[in-house]
């Protein structure tokens, strides 16, 4: 009796340090899926990141601070396309929220852009001053949104953050949107 119960003790005892093995193994493998994903994707919002900054500099000028040749303000800068994530990352791996937001971020650009086509048909010519401050206003809300999703992955996934970095393109981008929110303000106050 004595042996019967020791062998059940044994066969408790095996499966449960395999379970541990395998349970420990996993949480290992998908806490390196986490951190490669955080990798790759931090790297790619960084990028769109700085293109936004180029949108909301644009304020149509030619870098030698001239018009187009029939006198109008054109685009010197091309809005960037949404961020194109890797194939090869495991979303699961990462929190369910902070997934949401990452891949939910194309939709927010498809709505600014079409804000922007929008404004655009409306726009008054030859400066055109609707177009480039949709266009700004929207860039600097998605440069904004971009940032914080970067700097989230960053932190929760221990990686190295750019304090200086990050600072200076909250500040250009919290700039613009508040001028623009608050010339908006003043302009909806006057009219009425």
Same mark, same amino acid.
């Given at each position: ?131 480039? @401050?949709?266009?700004?206003?929207? &860039?600097?809300? *998605?440069? +904004? =949104? ?7 992955? $960053? #932190? ?6 750019? @304090?200086?970095?990050?600072?200076? &393109?909250?500040? *250009?981008? +919290? =700039? ?7 010339? $908006? #303000? ?7």
């Amino acid at each position: 009796m004595t042996e019967a119960i020791f062998g059940l003790i044994g066969v408790i005892v095996g499966s449960t340090i395999s379970w541990l093995q395998n349970s420990l193994s996993e949480k290992a493998s998908i806490g390196r899926h986490a951190k490669y994903l955080a990798v790759r994707v931090a790297w790619i919002l960084n990028k769109y990141v700085i293109e936004c900054s180029y949108v909301v500099n644009d304020d149509g000028y030619n870098e030698y601070g001239q018009r187009s040749s029939d006198g109008t303000l054109e685009p010197q800068v091309k809005v960037p396309n949404s961020p194109q994530y890797p194939e090869d990352v495991d979303w699961r791996s990462i929190d369910s929220n902070l997934m949401y937001e990452l891949l939910s971020f194309a939709s927010k650009v498809s709505v600014a852009d079409n804000h922007i086509a929008g404004t655009h048909l409306d726009a008054s010519p030859p400066d055109y001053e609707e177009y480039f @401050e949709e266009r700004q206003y929207q &860039y600097a809300c *998605l440069g +904004l =949104k971009a940032l914080s999703l970067e700097q989230q992955l $960053r #932190k929760a996934y221990g990686l190295p953050i750019e @304090e200086a970095e990050a600072s200076t &393109y909250s500040s *250009l981008f +919290l =700039k613009i949107k508040n001028d623009i929110e608050s010339r $908006r #303000k003043h302009c909806e106050q006057n009219s009425l």
